[in-house]
DNA sequence: ATACATTTTTAGACTAACTTAAAAAAATAT
DNA sequence: ATATTTTTTTAAGTTAGTCTAAAAATGTAT
């Protein structure tokens, strides 16, 4: 009994909400995630159930079994090492390469991720700063808060991203704000929530509120 | 107008069947190279011609149209390319990586295999001494003879297989065979067609009909 | 407690890709 | 030239995954 692309981006969408939400996945949140509608979800949660993937009761949301989380993580895993070699290896910029690696995750074959993983060095984190789970499915946790969370004064490194959008990659790229790079809270304005910053400890910079709120700092 | 997964294999099929025959592809020699019910084939045909990647008369069997071997071409190269990223980089062996390139093959992305390519280092030919088409889709020609049609004392060197089985590549690993090995003619004896050949102008070994009827030689 | 709004499920229908069984066309043999 | 065999197509049905529209269940507000 194997588990189709399809339903594979399913556990990886119900293992996103419940994660975010922590609770149930509801089937607005999956058809809303997954870009399909309400009915269509409603379908393939039977199947998945069918298959114990997923805990599914009708108008309770679902959560994923054991089963199924392995199979989001091992997904999630493969996704990022793929992000990996597309940066690292063919130099790709890290606004381009989610699209591919959703495809190249599916791809199934008894040692390929195994192999990759030692190619790459074994890295710990993808280029978009989210951890790598390993073989067993265990993710590093880093204490990181969002930059918006800075006090006065306080200094912070980049370490990742909330928003994962081309648009917001390529404003980060613009304003040299990449994984790595130092920063520090000058100053925090009411009126609008924004900030000004110092960037690399050499400029300054006022970022919006919306920037802070997307941007992962690990306190210094 | 994008093509699925299957009708891409479908095109594969296609094209590897009219180089191998010299004719339009039969609705029966398709259905055998993609494990289908003739009706399966009938069906797709249709879809195939619908989108003018062949053409197709009924019961006249099918040919590619420029639009359908641009893509089967294209299709190659990835497999091929993938395939070369497995045993380079990845340490697969030659045996291992046919099913694994066969879902690589299908990852759409605009620059993915030309960066792939430049990383490999542009390579001409696969782990199985197959032709590597370029991003125009002209492949390499080389004169090749199999090992059975090599004349007494003569020498050639192991340069590809036209089996691709897991068998004989394991079973030209165990030999010694492997690409770039020198070849000598030293016998053939009539009786079962069998071949006393000196490899790497060390060792000598007889080597079966069917085994001779399969290893491509450059002759030197 | 009832009415209204929201969420979820069911019903019915579509497409891609597949199947088997029967019919039709083409190829081969007498 | 006719009969037989082989190949191909058509017909009818299945499954995965999707949709819209309607019905049912759940949640919320007065
Ligand atoms: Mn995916
Ligand atoms: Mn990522
Ligand atoms: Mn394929
Ligand atoms: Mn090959």
């Known amino acids: 009994m194997d588990i189709s692309h399809t339903e594979e981006n399913y556990l990886k969408a119900i293992f996103k909400i419940s994660e975010r939400d922590g609770k149930p996945a509801s ?3 999956i058809s809303t995630e997954m870009n399909t509608s309400a009915a269509s979800v409603t379908d393939m949660v039977k199947r998945l159930s069918d298959k114990a993937l997923i805990h599914y009761e009708r108008y309770r949301g679902v959560t994923l079994t054991e089963l199924g989380e392995e ?3 091992h ?3 493969k996704h990022r090492l793929w992000e990996v070699f597309l ?3 063919l130099h790709f910029s890290w606004d381009e390469v989610h699209e591919i690696a959703e495809q190249l995750e ?3 074959s008894a040692g390929l991720v195994e192999r990759l993983d030692e190619y790459l060095g074994f890295p710990k984190f993808d280029p978009h700063g989210d951890p790598i789970p390993d073989a067993d499915g265990n993710f590093v946790i880093r204490k990181q808060v969002l930059l918006s969370e800075l006090k006065r004064e306080e200094q ?5 991203v909330q928003d994962h959008t081309t648009a917001f990659l390529q404003y980060l790229d613009r304003m040299e704000l990449v994984l790595g790079t130092p920063v520090k809270l ?6 609008d929530e924004s900030m000004r910053v110092l960037i690399n400890g050499e400029r300054e910079q006022v970022l919006s509120k919306k920037v802070c709120q997307n941007l992962f700092v690990q306190k210094q």
């Open 106 to 108: 599916h791809i199934k």
């Open 186 to 191: 000058l100053e925090y304005f009411d009126y």
């Open 75 to 77: 997904l999630i895993r």
């Open 156 to 160: 912070g490194v980049v370490v990742g």
């Open 87 to 89: 940066v690292d290896k």
């Open 71 to 73: 199979t989001a993580t």
């Open 27 to 29: 089937t607005n949140a």
